[in-house]
């Protein structure tokens, strides 16, 4: 069974991040009204028939957490993520009926938290309050208006797999031992190339100057040992799709000219106006680049192997801007 799909898409399309907090709460209270009918979904049971023993249900606010989520907790775990489809945009997203009846049944909510996904803690609140809650940003005490995007930061990552393991073992305690088998062989195994890779990038490149599109990057570059000199303001402003000072765009036009950056990273999942010249910038200047995305990709991969295929992709570009 495959807990996260994904669905390829171009690129996110930026909505308008208006206030949508009172909408959601009353079509999110009005859609409770019809999650007391038990789910018919393929392996959890139905009305005429038993549900499983020892699963816990869990709902990913996004497929990242999904994926390392159902992988931690295996066969004990059913996992339904929320957002899957990079089109969407978690800040703008508006909940489902589908999305209410999922945090109604399940025991465990993995939400983003600082921001992200503001919808997320507001389904959880419609459905009384009652569901255990996983916040990311409030477990690794960043509070709103930090860099949300914790998934690419590989200490938070061991941070958040480790609290999975917690919370599945307070819910489920007869099958503690084998939680703690999962989170090992995870990080043992599942993990092992995606460590490796970062470690041997650091080895080779520590300190290399580079540019990034947005603020994604600022979380894996310097794991990577990179020197991210692209200004934080302007990677922030990409990445909450507000306007970018003058200042700000003539700073990482002169990196580019200049060849001040080797390599040049960018999320394809967020080509703005501005980022689109600076490609152009970089092509001209024949400064290898490469991509990174917000959500998984290609549709149903694992958090490993989309990370993965992205660090892969880095060490490419270094390596050519080095031969």
């Known amino acids: 069974m495959n807990p996260f799909p994904t669905v390829a898409g171009p690129q996110i399309t930026r909505l308008p991040r208006v206030g949508t907090a009172a909408a959601i709460l009353v079509v999110a209270c009005g859609l409770l009204g019809s999650c007391a009918t038990p789910a018919t979904d393929s392996g959890r049971g139905s009305a005429s028939g038993p549900a499983r023993t020892h699963v816990i249900e869990v709902v990913a606010a996004e497929d990242v957490w999904g994926s390392i989520a159902a992988q931690i907790g295996g066969e004990h775990v059913h996992v339904v993520s929320i957002i899957t489809n990079p ?20 025991q465990l909510v993995v939400e983003n938290g600082i921001g992200y996904d503001p919808w997320a803690p507001k389904l959880v609140k419609a459905d009384g309050g009652t569901v255990a809650v996983l916040d990311v940003g409030n477990l690794l005490g960043i509070a709103d208006g930090g860099n949300p995007h914790r998934w690419y930061n590989p200490t938070d990552v061991q941070v958040v797999i480790n609290q999975l393991a917690t919370e599945y073992q307070k819910l489920d305690p007869t099958d503690s031992a084998y939680f703690a088998g999962q989170r090992t062989a995870f990080v043992a195994t599942g993990l092992e190339q995606y460590h490796a890779l970062i470690a041997s990038i650091a080895s080779a490149y520590r300190g290399t100057p580079v540019g990034a599109s947005e603020s994604i990057f600022s979380m894996l570059a310097p794991a990577l040992g990179l020197d991210l000199i692209t200004p934080n303001a302007f990677l922030k402003d990409i990445s909450q799709g507000t306007d970018v000072s003058a ?10 000219k200049q060849h001040l950056i080797k390599i040049y990273v960018y999320n394809s999942q967020n080509v703005t106006p501005d980022i689109q010249v600076q490609l152009r910038e970089v092509k001209a200047a024949h400064i290898p680049y490469t991509t990174i995305t917000e959500t998984l990709q290609p549709a149903g991969a694992s958090f490993q192997a989309w990370q993965t295929e992205q660090l892969l992709g880095i060490r490419a570009a270094l390596a050519q801007a080095m031969a």
């Open 87 to 106: 089109n969407t945009d978690p800040h703008g997203y508006e909940p489902t009926a589908a999305d209410a009846r999922s945090v109604a049944e399940s």
């Open 247 to 256: 200042a700000d765009k003539e700073t990482v036009d002169a990196q580019i």
